[in-house]
Every structure is written in structure tokens, then in C-alpha cells.
């Protein structure tokens, strides 16, 4: 099995800066992509940003200039610098890592359990 823990969640002024960070363990093979979603009460699930399986990254329009996604593939470990964070930016953000666990396995989705972020005066 694969774990996916995400940690460096919490409560931050307007114009404040949080760094994630996600960490995959287990029995993987390989990891395909990784990308950080987040998800307000009464709203869907929404990419936040993400690595392509060439190593490119995507943002969402909202994030583009002030987040920054990083991520160690030797370690499978991923992070989100979050800078000039504002209210709207409140959410759970959750992990995603696309893997396998064995050569000849397909490529599967695994979640985190999320961290809040909480952007408020």
C-alpha cells in the first residue's frame, strides 16, 4: 500500500506565506504525477497545481504568481510555497500522487487526509 501525509497546514494573516509539504511511502514502484488540490465547504474539489507526467507544472489561474509547487523525487515528497495568501484561499488541501506499486500494475490515485489552511485577520 501507499501512505500520502500532507503537514505544514494552519492559520495565517492576509498576505501571509505557509509551505505544505507531502510525503508518499510504502510499497511504490513509481510515481507518474503529484499535484495539490483543495477543497472549501460547499465547493468541489480543485487543482491547485500539479506536476505533468514530463515534469512540467500547471497552476490554477487563481494561484499563478504566488504559489510555487517543488518536489523531491527521490524522496517522493512534494511542496507548495504559498505566498500573498488571501481569504478565498481558505481550504482543505489534499495531496495526490499517481503510482503504482509494482512494474506491471496500473497506475493508481492516492489522497492524502488533507491539512487546513485558514487565511484570516
Known amino acids: 500500500q501507499v501512505q500520502v501525509v500532507e503537514s505544514g497546514g494552519g492559520l495565517v494573516q492576509p498576505g501571509g506565506s505557509l509551505r505544505l509539504s507531502c510525503a508518499a511511502s510504502?510499497?511504490?514502484?513509481?510515481?507518474?504525477?503529484m499535484g495539490w488540490y483543495r477543497q472549501s465547504p460547499g465547493k468541489q474539489r480543485e487543482l491547485v497545481a500539479s506536476?505533468?507526467?514530463?515534469?512540467?507544472?500547471n497552476y490554477a489561474d487563481s494561484v499563478k504568481g504566488r504559489f510555487t509547487i517543488s518536489r523531491d523525487n527521490a524522496k517522493n515528497t512534494m511542496y507548495l510555497q504559498m505566498n500573498s495568501l488571501q481569504p478565498e484561499d481558505t481550504a482543505v488541501y489534499y495531496c495526490?500522487?499517481?503510482?503504482?506499486?509494482?512494474?506491471?500494475?496500473?497506475?493508481?490515485?492516492?489522497w492524502g487526509q488533507g491539512t487546513q489552511v485558514t487565511v484570516s485577520s
Open positions: 506536476f505533468t507526467r514530463a515534469g512540467n507544472t
Open positions: 495526490n500522487a499517481l503510482g503504482r506499486t509494482t512494474w506491471y500494475g496500473a497506475d493508481i490515485d492516492y
Open positions: 510504502g510499497r511504490i514502484f513509481s510515481i507518474s504525477t
